[in-house]
């Protein structure tokens, strides 16, 4: 439905209506109307006008009441926005500085791990091997009587005692080997734990610069 005219536009379109439709003046470009009629719609016109100067003046603060508020809104929304932001970004760096924490704790645990079992290993060899020297010994002193027999002992203890050493020695590159093996899996776990964090980063930047 359109809007309704004002009557103030009524009677000037009326006005106009009364001079399109008058009768023309021959030989010249006036027209002839009924003056008491355009008149008074003068007059109508003239007695409408300050309500319709109140009316517009009522819209304009209106129209500017509207404008302060809306500016209010956005200004309030742009408050809101950063609030958010600022709430994601801290969340997002608790976030990353727990999962750094919690990966700083398994690297901890798992070298304390593979420190009990390399220890355990090289123990285990120092034993076996202790163990392999004093029953060398022990053989060697039940033959004691014959020189051969001695001088065979003490070749077998001695081959006892260099395949002990590279036992042990074997040991410790298992240890080693298996330290290091933990390591390179901690740095890959905490290298991803790293790029999740980054990652979330940057998410969180693009939402605040699209805002």
Same mark, same amino acid.
């Given at each position: 439905?359109?809007?309704?005219?004002?009557?103030?536009? &009524?009677?000037?379109?009326?006005?106009?209506?009364?001079?399109?439709?008058?009768?023309?003046?021959?030989?010249?470009?006036?027209? &002839?109307?009924? +003056?008491?009629?355009?008149?008074?719609?003068?007059?109508?016109?003239?007695?409408?006008?300050?309500?319709?100067?109140?009316?517009?003046?009522?819209?304009?603060?209106?129209?500017?009441?509207?404008?302060?508020?809306?500016?209010?809104?956005? *200004?309030?929304?742009?408050?809101?926005?950063?609030?958010?932001?600022?709430?994601?970004?801290?969340?997002?760096?608790?976030?990353a500085q727990n999962t750094?924490?919690?990966?700083?704790?398994?690297?901890?645990?798992? &070298?304390?791990?593979?420190?009990?079992s390399a220890q355990a290993?090289?123990?285990?060899?120092?034993? +076996?091997?202790?163990?392999?020297?004093?029953?060398?010994?022990?053989?060697? +002193?039940?033959?004691?009587?014959?020189?051969?027999?001695?001088?065979?002992?003490? &070749?077998?203890?001695?081959?006892?005692? $260099?395949?002990?050493?590279?036992?042990?020695?074997?040991?410790?590159?298992?240890?080693?080997?298996?330290?290091? *093996?933990?390591?390179?899996?901690?740095?890959?776990?905490?290298?991803? +734990?790293?790029?999740?964090?980054?990652?979330?980063? $940057?998410?969180?930047? $693009?939402?605040?610069?699209?805002?």
């Amino acid at each position: 439905m359109g809007m309704m005219k004002s009557r103030t536009a &009524m009677f000037l379109d009326e006005l106009e209506n009364s001079i399109t439709t008058g009768k023309r003046v021959p030989l010249s470009n006036y027209v &002839m109307v009924d +003056k008491e009629h355009c008149r008074q719609l003068v007059l109508d016109i003239r007695a409408e006008l300050p309500g319709d100067l109140a009316t517009a003046e009522s819209i304009l603060q209106n129209q500017s009441s509207i404008i302060t508020e809306a500016r209010e809104i956005a *200004e309030q929304t742009k408050t809101d926005a950063n609030m958010r932001a600022s709430r994601a970004v801290n969340e997002a760096n608790a976030q990353a500085q727990n999962t750094v924490n919690m990966a700083n704790q398994k690297a901890q645990e798992m &070298m304390h791990k593979a420190q009990e079992s390399a220890q355990a290993m090289m123990n285990e060899a120092k034993d +076996k091997a202790m163990q392999m020297v004093a029953d060398a010994e022990a053989r060697a +002193k039940q033959l004691v009587n014959e020189q051969e027999i001695v001088t065979r002992a003490r &070749m077998e203890v001695e081959e006892i005692r $260099q395949s002990t050493q590279e036992e042990i020695e074997r040991l410790y590159h298992d240890v080693y080997k298996h330290i290091d *093996e933990v390591l390179v899996q901690l740095d890959r776990s905490i290298s991803e +734990k790293l790029t999740d964090i980054r990652m979330t980063r $940057q998410q969180i930047d $693009q939402s605040i610069s699209s805002r």
